[in-house]
């Protein structure tokens, strides 16, 4: 089941469970910004046009963010 | 008293009126986060919390403020839960010089009752968002196990500490490992020799070891062996058949895997203990591969956001007495060190002068403690009759012996942890000095010589008064 991201606005989000016991809610996950969200959440925080713009993120602009702590080269082996 | 569990603290809580049972409903969000607000805001008693009944979790137990108050925090060390901070600040300081206390190895745990490498963390955990705008839901209370790729069995070299992890998915967590913290050592080695680091998270532990791996303790101390020198025990771990890891004998939930070689992923943001959500960042990532869990597991969080919270309490006094420790090496003058504000950016000092000009030393001394490098903003420095813990008196010493000519100092452009939001570029920021001690020879200046002191006997009527109010309480006339 796929789902519109709500902070990054993708539709490529899914779901990755439901409750465990009594089926009240359904958690969802997008693989572009990685933002999970409970289907029982407010509206401020499920729904793409009411999320907190301060906080929305464009795709577009994920490779710029800053690589924490970065990757650093690989060791010469020794032989 | 000794708890080798969190079980057994939350049962010494019950007994001594500090632990709350919510078993009414509540939803995961908007109540837990409003809850770990709340509770912190009860005040420096607060109790703990254990939720028995999360909409969609059955019967799933979570626990929050565990040692989210001075009571608390006082039972966690067996004192009397009307201890008062600086009561616990020395009782600590003292346990401290104990380490290394070896750790008992036993070869079964409680958590062995279940094993899965059938992992769903959303089924076995009842995760709540603990801020609104976090990034997702995450695990905030839980200890981190790693060892040195490049010296794997020096037991000193393994560490336990506290990285903000980010669930993303059944089996897959973000992992914020800050710079200066043993861990980015770790992955950095793991990532130069082209390999994984296997960790090991432990969740629910005994609260001592939840205290102890908060503390900035050097490279190669180990966490357990000074979990045992503040328990007064040695601290019992098994080693997994999986990692060779040593895991805490009590967590109610331990998940193995291994921070995955080159791999960043956006993580974030998450509501910070300065009370600023941090920014995003592309960050390493867990890949898990087995979970090991008790019975009913109880599950563990704290509320994080603008202080006084849980965090606060819980990394106030081991942010403390490694800085007391490293500045009385030199300076046995040091009396206490309060770094309970915001992890340490603002650091309160008590000292005895030797001669005029010491208490700046002492104070310059202490931005370059290992601790001082990536906090102390702010440091300020009374006389050893001052309580630092006691902000009155601190006030006081700053409005009658600080003067801003000649008893400030700034460092421009010195190291501060990324997360300041004050710091511009992130990770610099000024720095400040302000010495309130009494100025000393051959500094002379000002009038000091006529100071008021206790009036003879006050301490005879304070146990008298007490006495007397203690009965008044009890309905006695
Ligand atoms: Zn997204």
Redesign the interface.
């Given at each position: 089941m796929s789902a519109i991201c709500p902070r990054c606005d993708s539709a490529k989000a899914r779901r990755l469970a439901t409750a465990p016991v009594d089926g009240a809610w359904e958690i969802f996950g997008c693989p572009v910004c990685f933002f999970t969200w409970r289907s029982s959440e407010p509206d401020s925080i499920t729904d793409p046009k009411r999320y907190d713009p301060r906080f929305k993120i464009d795709p577009q602009r994920i490779d710029a963010i800053p690589i924490v702590p970065p990757v650093p080269g690989k060791r010469p082996q020794s032989s | 008293m000794i708890f080798h569990d969190l079980r057994g603290f939350l049962d010494e809580l019950e007994r001594q009126g500090q632990l709350v049972h919510v078993r009414q409903g509540v939803?995961?969000?908007?109540d837990i986060a409003a809850a770990g607000r709340a509770v912190t805001d009860l005040g420096e008693a607060s109790p703990a919390l254990l939720f028995h009944a999360l909409?969609?979790?059955?019967a799933?137990r979570l626990a929050l403020n565990v040692v989210g108050s001075w009571a608390n925090h006082a039972l966690m060390l067996g004192l009397p839960k009307t201890a008062s901070v600086r009561e616990q600040f020395h009782a600590i300081a003292q346990r401290w010089t104990r380490f290394p206390v070896p750790v008992e190895r036993v070869a079964e745990a409680p958590f062995q009752d279940n094993v899965t490498t059938e992992i769903?963390l959303?089924?076995l955990l009842p995760l709540a968002?603990v801020n609104?705008?976090d990034?997702?839901?995450y695990l905030d209370k839980a200890v981190v196990i790693s060892r040195d790729p490049d010296d794997p069995e020096n037991p000193g070299k393994q560490n336990v500490g506290y990285y903000r992890l980010?669930?993303?998915?059944?089996n897959r967590l973000?992992l914020q490992?800050v710079?200066m913290h043993d861990i980015?050592l770790h992955?950095?080695k793991a990532?130069?020799?082209?390999e994984n680091l296997p960790v090991a998270i432990a969740i629910g532990t005994d609260p001592i070891l939840a205290s102890v791996a908060s503390a900035p303790l050097r490279y190669d101390q180990s966490e357990y062996e000074m979990a045992g020198a503040l328990a007064g025990q040695p601290y019992r771990v098994v080693k997994s058949d999986a990692t060779g890891l040593d895991l805490p004998w009590g967590a109610e939930i331990i998940l193995e895997g291994e921070v995955v070689c080159?791999a960043?992923?956006?993580?974030g943001?998450f509501g910070e203990f300065t009370g600023n959500?941090s920014g995003?960042?592309?960050?390493?990532v867990i890949q898990l591969t087995r979970a090991l869990y008790r019975h009913k597991p109880i599950f563990e969080q704290c509320y994080v956001g603008t202080p006084w919270t849980e965090v606060d309490t819980l990394i106030g006094l081991p942010t403390c007495v490694p800085i007391y420790h490293q500045l009385k090496a030199d300076f046995p003058e040091v009396e206490a060190v309060n770094a309970l504000y915001t992890h340490g950016l603002a650091t309160i000092i008590s000292t005895r002068q030797r001669f005029g000009g010491f208490a700046k030393a002492v104070a310059m001394r202490t931005l370059s403690t290992p601790h001082g490098i990536g906090y102390c903003k702010i440091v300020i420095m009374v006389d050893e009759t001052v309580d630092p813990f006691n902000l009155a008196q601190v006030m006081w010493a700053l409005s009658t012996r600080f003067d801003p000519a000649k008893d400030m100092i700034t460092v421009p452009t010195a190291s501060i942890l990324?997360l300041d939001p004050l710091a511009d570029p992130p990770g610099i920021a000024t720095k400040i000095i302000l010495d309130a001690t009494t100025p000393m020879a051959p500094d002379r200046r000002g009038d000091f010589s006529r100071p008021v002191e206790i009036p003879p006997g006050t301490r005879e009527w304070t146990a008298i008064l007490g006495d007397l109010w203690a009965k008044a309480k009890a309905g006695e006339r």
């Open positions: - | 939803r995961p969000e908007p909409e969609g979790y059955g799933a769903d959303f089924a968002r609104p705008m990034g997702g839901f980010q669930v993303k998915d059944k973000g490992p710079p980015a992955l950095r990532e130069e020799r082209g080159g960043r992923e956006l993580e943001p959500y995003l960042r592309r960050q390493p990324p």
